[in-house]
């Protein structure tokens, strides 16, 4: 759009829409909560399941629905490709449905592990997400928007960790699964995305697509204007413009009036595209720095801290409690984020973060503070690390490709992500009982404090940018270095 401000009633409009689609991790922050507070009646003799589960199944229990990520992420670029985002996102919320299924119609353990197991197929979806809500969002809001993906997974986390305090083992799954079917009812209310639309020629579906969500007609200048700028980053003659020097804006006579070159598929566009594999680089390594400053890890096992730190707690309280500041950080961050910036909430969050574990290492190995001071520095970590650092990949791996490998970029990256998470969360136990928790957050803090010299220097800044600016920035990255 020319305009580079969005009405309060479009705003509105695609804010409802992004909460929609977004709230599919939403259901994951569901499976991500739901075997903490059930693992102890899972493994006692008075168990709801058929038997008790052993320290295998419950190991298992925890683990098998990022395995299921894993494996089914990189397929999420092709049902992009193939279905749209729409039908896409809906999709990828039939997983849940199935799985609080199976769980409510029976106690087999190896049935609830294989429902664990496949809900992981429906997580794979988050890539999907937040691709969908990118090409629906004005570049003013975009940012915020694309976040809420973090966000809605912390709503999820926090009202099962609630229900879970107060209703019955039943109720509970009862409640998942309405909410999983009311996800895919309300997602598909809304219209498709105006840029897979155009990838396939209907051009009156899209302008009628921009219209909804700029609320506004479909004959109007703004939607004839923001159809061009998607011809554009569609037009695979736009890297070679730009390495021409071309400025891209958004009016149709930017566009060449010769037949465009032949369309390639999205692993032959990313191998000739040096601009994309940059942007690749950058969105890995973002996601890379994210994992490997242990917050998953910390989140997983912060019950093992806060039962040193604060004994005389219930440990459900202090889950519910932390899910609270994990949300709270969340929403701040997506306010922030296109206001000061990807770049510099990403490198003030990532050196805010390494200080907190650093300190608490220290702490963990010296015990120079008083217990709770414990799971105060657990709190202000989550806090801070949530703000930004736990945001921004997310934001990048939407924001950073060009329509024609979006869900292909974001599919590696993502995956990249699961992978490194179960790789993180496997080798956690035996690093922490061979060297303990000191030497461990030693090395978050190592991570986070590399991680935030690299965004400095390689991370540009993409904040209000459309697609085609934030591929000429590589671009000009590259020219700079070559020149020097």
């Known amino acids: 759009m020319d305009s580079d401000r969005v009405t309060y009633r479009a705003a509105a409009v695609q804010g409802m829409a992004s909460l929609t689609i977004a709230f599919l991790t939403g259901l994951t922050g569901f499976v991500f909560a739901w ?92 890539a999907a997400s937040s691709i969908y809500i990118a090409e629906i969002a004005h570049d003013s809001i975009r940012g915020a928007l694309t976040s809420s993906v973090v966000f809605v997974y912390f709503i999820g986390l926090l009202v099962s960790y609630v229900i879970g305090g107060y209703l019955s083992y039943t109720h509970v799954v009862y409640v998942q699964l309405s909410v999983a079917v009311a996800y895919i009812l309300l997602v598909s209310l809304l219209k498709e995305s105006p840029v897979y639309l155009l990838q396939n020629g209907k051009d009156k579906e899209a302008a009628l697509s921009i219209a909804f969500y700029r609320q506004t007609s479909p004959s109007s200048k ?45 692993w032959q566009f990313l191998k000739r595209s040096n601009t994309t594999i940059r942007a690749l680089i950058t969105a890995v390594a973002c996601m890379a720095v994210m994992i490997l400053m242990g917050n998953i890890a910390i989140q997983v096992y912060a019950e093992t801290l806060f039962k040193e730190a604060v004994p005389s707690l219930d440990s459900n309280q202090c889950s519910i409690f932390l899910a609270v500041v994990l949300l709270i950080a969340s929403v701040i961050g997506a306010l922030l984020i296109d206001r000061l910036g990807r770049k510099f909430l990403m490198i003030s969050t990532c050196v805010g973060s390494s200080v907190c574990t650093l300190v608490l290492a220290t702490q963990i190995q010296f015990h120079w503070a008083p217990h709770w001071f414990t799971a105060l520095l657990i709190y202000v970590y989550n806090f801070i690390f949530n703000v930004g650092v736990a945001v921004i990949p997310y934001v990048l791996s939407a924001e950073l490709f060009l329509p024609e490998v979006r869900g292909l970029c974001s599919s590696i990256v993502m995956s990249t992500g699961w992978g490194m998470n179960f790789i993180t969360l496997v080798i956690f136990t035996p690093v922490v009982e061979e060297f303990g928790f000191g030497p461990l957050f030693y090395a978050f803090s190592i991570v986070g404090f590399v991680g935030a010299l690299y965004c400095a220097y390689y991370q540009p800044e993409t904040k209000g940018l459309s697609v085609d600016a934030i591929q000429s920035l590589f671009l000009k990255k590259s020219k700079r270095k070559i020149e020097a």
């Not at 399941?49 to 494996?71: D, K, Q, R, W, Y």
């Not at 700028?229 to 804006?249: F, H, V, Y």
Request: aromatic letters at 8%; proline letters at 6%; hydrophobic letters at 40%.
């Open 222 to 266: 703004e939607v004839e204007v923001e159809i061009a700028k998607i011809k554009l980053q569609l037009d695979p003659r736009l890297e070679k413009m730009l390495e021409g020097g071309g400025e891209s804006t958004v009016t149709k006579d930017l566009i060449p009036k010769t037949e465009p070159e032949e369309q390639l598929s999205e």
């Open 35 to 126: 075997p903490s507070y059930n693992v102890a009646n899972f493994a006692s003799n008075e168990t709801v399941l058929s038997e008790p589960m052993t320290s295998v199944h419950v190991t298992l229990l925890g683990s098998l629905t990022n395995i299921g990520a894993f494996m089914i992420t990189p397929f999420c670029g092709v049902a992009l490709r193939r279905l749209g985002r729409k039908y896409t996102a809906m999709m990828f919320g039939l997983p849940f449905v199935t799985t609080w299924t199976i769980i409510s119609l029976t106690n087999s353990v190896p049935l609830v592990l294989f429902a664990m197991g496949l809900a992981g197929f429906g997580t794979a979806g988050q």
